[in-house]
């Protein structure tokens, strides 16, 4: 009889993400981290914070974190939920909002953990592709679904859409849950914050763990209608009372906080990424118009994996997809300039040598 | 049309925890936390921690707390499972290892989020009853189904069986998984971790935030055979890659680090219970034998709801269930030899002038 058991257990093929490898002298270009630390008052809440009172459960709510967050926004703390980081607030939106026998819909190519939620929770869904030029055709999301989800700047491709384009799908989509995953957003995309007044079914996703330069420390945002956070909060609830720890709480709020800090930082990720965007064009890159801290490239003569692997010999390690449509492309992270010119200066020597 | 997406969310009642009232003064012995503080060597983390680190993520198998865990406990590091909390262990417990249309079997008085869970992930279980004395009949459990579930010591009965009495149970349950929920294992109940070696089918649940004093920070671990412990990581990727944050993982290796605390710490918790449970039968209370952090009592005239309104009045919280079979006990948590002297000096004149 032994071993059935093992009848009992789970099958599922997890997402696999950006390789964190333990080298010195690595050029880390490959997860769309932040090349600049958090905000320095991220490190005060460390060195002040009461250790003794870890003994106590944290605030359930997250209070700090959330008022702090509706004031940066402009909502109310009702319309805030937070989680251990934006994939942690995905898999309960998963399980809130697409109860449906209807398929979700979300682009072809997208952030591959999409396709792994709805494994895991058994939700329907259906990819809508992308055109040539990897944009959205809002058309493509007119008819009855189980609910869309966009990201927004995409990923990888780091294209956003405007207002107008945005509010288009919200207004062909009343009768379910619209997520915009604006992981991405704080880099020059247009945020759908201002779309939550007018639409109730609308839910924003964001994370600390990009423009906050916080992705050690899991911290992820939802916004929308107080329905919407009322029901995320029964998933949450019904999960884990306490997903977010006392330090955490109190360090996302430092960081809110000192916006001036964030504005900046996001401001010199911008100002790298357009400056290397023509970098790459001179090299004879093609380069997709980015939103996002991350650079999608592909090359009409040098193979992207081939690139991958030179540049990954070298210590320099970039993101390559095997996947189709997009297995001839890059994703470069937007590091520091010196990490930038690092990686160029190897890209100019190879595509030198490589007689490509 | 509007509305219709409201019929695609999902209703669930979820759990409620115990109270986390901000009052000033307030005796806290409602939520099972430890009254002292965490090891000296956690807030050395906090002091010394890289800050500026916390832009990247943070490593994702958690290596150096499972590797902490492996030493303390005498297993590899391929066998411990960690997770935000035991509640979020539990939760992708349910996923991974209750896959089948048998019902999961638990008793009916024990941890109220088991069936919150059951809900959420639509789990067929059924409640097997304790007898009168709040003890499991391990026979009740020698029947087909999904997976056992049982907690030892038992909450919020504070019970403990040995290990004859589990092993008799793991022996007649080798065709599911049988997780044993130690929460409060550390204050003197048997722990079945020598049973690992004998029973792949096996998964021990702990946390952190009973015996080491880290409610605040977040901490669970699983322990299990290689192959149960595979299944969990690949249902706990499918659902968030990075639960654990950077200081979580350094914090908790620190603790577990710190054994001679850990002892010192339960030692004085189990000292101050057996104290007071005798102080408790002076006032003429019946109390569960606890191997827990808590008392489970009842009085045979005052009823247990008027005690923990009167006690409510004076600051003093302690915990009541309005549930059958136990809706006059009360459970106590044991706290500082201070607090809880409050708390009897408070009963006796309670009773006094209750003249009950």
């Given at each position: 009889m032994s071993g059935l058991w093992q009848d009992k257990l789970r099958k599922i093929d997890p997402y696999v993400p950006g390789e964190q490898a333990q080298i010195p002298d690595l050029v880390k270009l490959n997860a769309n981290e932040n090349p600049y630390p958090?905000?320095?008052?991220?490190?005060?809440?460390?060195?002040?914070?009461?250790?003794?009172g870890l003994r106590l459960y944290p605030n359930a709510n997250a209070t700090r974190l959330?008022?702090?967050?509706?004031?940066?926004?402009?909502?109310?703390?009702?319309?805030?939920?937070?989680?251990?980081g934006s994939d942690d607030v995905l898999a309960l939106t998963f399980q809130a909002f697409f109860c449906s026998e209807q398929p979700v819909l979300f682009p072809d190519i997208t952030y591959s953990f999409y396709p792994v939620w709805c494994s895991l929770f058994r939700t329907p869904y259906e990819t809508v592709p992308l055109n040539a030029?990897?944009?959205?055709?809002?058309?493509?999301?007119?008819?009855?679904?189980?609910?869309?989800?966009?990201?927004?700047?995409?990923?990888?491709?780091?294209?956003?859409?405007?207002?107008?384009?945005?509010?288009?799908?919200?207004?062909?989509?009343?009768?379910?849950?619209?997520?915009?995953?604006?992981?991405?957003?704080?880099?020059?995309?247009?945020?759908c914050v201002p779309l939550?007044?007018?639409?109730?079914?609308?839910?924003?996703?964001?994370?600390?763990?990009?423009?906050?330069?916080?992705?050690?420390?899991?911290?992820?945002?939802?916004?929308?209608?107080?329905?919407?956070?009322?029901?995320?909060?029964?998933?949450?609830?019904?999960?884990?009372?306490?997903?977010?720890?006392?330090?955490?709480?109190?360090?996302?709020?430092?960081?809110v906080e000192d916006d001036s800090y964030f504005r900046a930082t996001c401001r010199k990720v911008m100002d790298t990424r357009e400056r290397c965007a023509r970098e790459f064009e001179a090299l004879g890159f093609s380069v997709c118009p980015s939103s996002a801290n991350f650079l999608f490239v592909t090359h009409p003569t040098a193979r992207a994996k081939d690139i991958f692997l030179a540049m990954r010999a070298r210590n320099l390690f970039i993101?390559?997809?095997?996947?189709?449509?997009?297995?001839?492309?890059?994703?470069?992270?937007?590091?520091?300039?010196?990490?930038?010119?690092?990686?160029?200066?190897?890209?100019r020597e190879y595509l030198a040598q490589a007689n490509v």
């Open positions: 958090p905000s320095p008052r991220v490190a005060e809440v460390f060195r002040t914070f009461a250790v003794d959330k008022t702090a967050l509706a004031a940066h926004h402009g909502v109310s703390p009702t319309q805030v939920f937070v989680g251990n030029q990897f944009r959205i055709n809002p058309r493509d999301y007119d008819r009855p679904s189980g609910g869309v989800l966009l990201p927004n700047p995409n990923a990888p491709t780091g294209i956003a859409e405007n207002r107008a384009f945005l509010e288009d799908i919200l207004a062909h989509n009343q009768d379910c849950v619209v997520i915009i995953d604006e992981a991405y957003v704080d880099f020059g995309a247009w945020s939550l007044e007018k639409y109730d079914n609308l839910l924003i996703v964001q994370t600390f763990s990009k423009s906050r330069s916080l992705a050690g420390l899991r911290i992820g945002v939802a916004l929308g209608s107080e329905t919407l956070i009322r029901t995320l909060e029964a998933v949450k609830n019904s999960y884990n009372s306490y997903t977010m720890d006392a330090l955490t709480i109190e360090a996302g709020a430092a960081s993101r390559y997809f095997d996947l189709p449509r997009i297995d001839n492309y890059l994703r470069i992270t937007v590091g520091t300039d010196d990490e930038m010119d690092k990686l160029l200066t190897a890209l």
